[in-house]
Structure formats: structure tokens, C-alpha cells
């Protein structure tokens, strides 16, 4: 089974800044690799696909990169509705989450 | 506009059985393949189950496999998770979510989740 590991689990942050959170698999996930943010009580959000596709109707100051088995999801400048937990997912092979980046408010 | 709605949740006693319903509406359901995906409380999510578009494939996480059990109804729009021999780490939020062509696989489309509680 494929293993996803984030970095960090909680993120202190202040608006305005470049936050960027990690997701590494165990093994090549090639670009089949999602973000996902959950707000307490809310399903989770596809934010990102295949690595560093934007999602229709998401903030352009989300961004995805990486390929293999490193990836980074980046939040340009922190708005206040970006305070959440943001889950990184691989669907090479069926589907595996990250345990998940709780971002919140310094 | 795409919506899941899942029901079928509650409390059952730790042994017993449950089967979660999921309603899709707004899509063209029998030209997706679906999953479920759980929630404990307080914890991340963990996917459990995919189907294929006619139903005939399913898979599973090892940590259900061979107590839950997917199905689909094309002709009612319905995805079903049938639950037996529940144990109280099976609690949580059950969401069914759709990937979506449009985002390259990303599961683009999610119920608002239904509560099972365990308990003995």
C-alpha cells in the first residue's frame, strides 16, 4: 500500500503570508496527486488534481507542484477563509490521504 | 448542479449492521465510478471502497475488507455501503464522493456525510 506523509501537521500562520505544506509517498504516485481543504463539520474540497491543476473556482493563490513522490501545496498570501486542514491524497493506486496540515491563525 | 446525499446512518451495537444510501442527482451517475470515504471523530479521512461505473468491480481498504460491501443502482442513482460485523473504530462520518473527469480523478464532488456510531 501506498503511504503519504505530510509536513507539518499544524501550521501557525498570520494573513497575508506563503505558507507552504509538504506531502511525500512512499512510493511513485507519478502526478496522481489532490489537495483537499476541510472546514469543521464541511466535506472536504478538491482544490488541486494531477499535482497542480487548479480546480475550477479555486483562489489563484493556491498552487500545486511536485511529481514522483514529493509534492507542495503553496497558499500565495493567507486570506482568513484559508484557516482549515488541508489533506493531500494520491490516487495512483486507488486512494491514500495524508494524515492532514491543520493551518492556524498566529 | 451535482448533488450527493448520503443517509442511512446512526447507532448500532458493536456486531450489528448498517447500510449507508447515497443519492446522486445533476450527473449522468452510471458514467462514474464512486467511493466511500470515512471520517473518525477528530481524525483524517480515510478512503474505504471504490466501484466501478456498472458495479461489478469493487474494492476495498483492509481495514473493511470483508465486512463492508459496495453496491450501485444505475437505474435508482443510488451507491450503497452495506455494513456488518461493525466494530466501534468503524465510527465516524461516512461521505460518498465522486472523481471527476474534468479534475483528472481528484474526487471533485462530495455528500455532506452521514454519522455511524458503534457502540456497545
Known amino acids: 500500500d501506498i503511504q503519504m506523509t505530510q509536513s507539518p501537521s499544524t501550521l501557525s500562520a498570520s494573513v497575508g503570508d506563503r505558507v507552504t505544506i509538504t506531502c511525500r509517498a512512499s512510493?511513485?504516485?507519478?502526478?496522481?496527486l489532490a489537495w483537499y481543504q476541510q472546514k469543521p463539520g464541511k466535506a472536504p474540497k478538491l482544490l488541486i488534481y494531477?499535482?497542480?491543476s487548479l480546480e475550477s473556482g479555486v483562489p489563484s493563490r493556491f498552487s500545486g507542484s511536485g511529481s514522483g513522490t514529493d509534492f507542495t501545496l503553496t497558499i500565495s498570501s493567507l486570506q482568513p477563509d484559508d484557516f482549515a486542514t488541508y489533506y493531500c491524497?494520491?490516487?495512483?493506486?486507488?486512494?491514500?490521504f495524508g494524515q492532514g496540515t491543520k493551518l492556524e491563525i498566529k | 448542479e451535482v448533488q450527493l446525499v448520503e443517509s442511512g446512518g446512526g447507532l448500532v451495537q458493536t456486531g450489528g449492521s448498517l447500510r449507508l444510501s447515497c443519492a446522486a442527482s445533476?450527473?449522468?451517475?452510471?458514467?462514474?465510478?464512486m467511493n466511500w470515504v470515512r471520517q473518525a471523530p477528530g481524525k483524517g479521512l480515510e478512503w474505504i471502497s471504490h466501484?466501478?461505473?456498472?458495479?461489478?468491480?469493487?474494492s476495498y481498504a483492509d481495514s473493511v475488507k470483508g465486512r463492508f460491501s459496495i453496491s450501485r443502482d444505475n437505474a435508482k442513482n443510488s451507491l450503497y455501503l452495506q455494513m456488518d460485523s461493525l466494530r466501534a473504530e468503524d465510527t465516524g462520518v461516512y461521505y460518498c464522493?465522486?472523481?471527476?473527469?474534468?479534475?483528472?480523478?481528484?474526487?471533485?464532488?462530495w455528500g455532506q456525510g452521514t454519522l455511524v456510531t458503534v457502540s456497545s
Open positions: 464522493a465522486r472523481p471527476g473527469y474534468s479534475s483528472g480523478g481528484g474526487l471533485d464532488s
Open positions: 445533476g450527473f449522468t451517475f452510471s458514467s462514474y465510478e
Open positions: 466501484i466501478s461505473t456498472s458495479g461489478g468491480t469493487g
Open positions: 512510493q511513485s504516485v507519478s502526478s496522481w
Open positions: 494531477k499535482a497542480s
Open positions: 491524497q494520491q490516487y495512483n493506486t486507488f486512494y491514500t
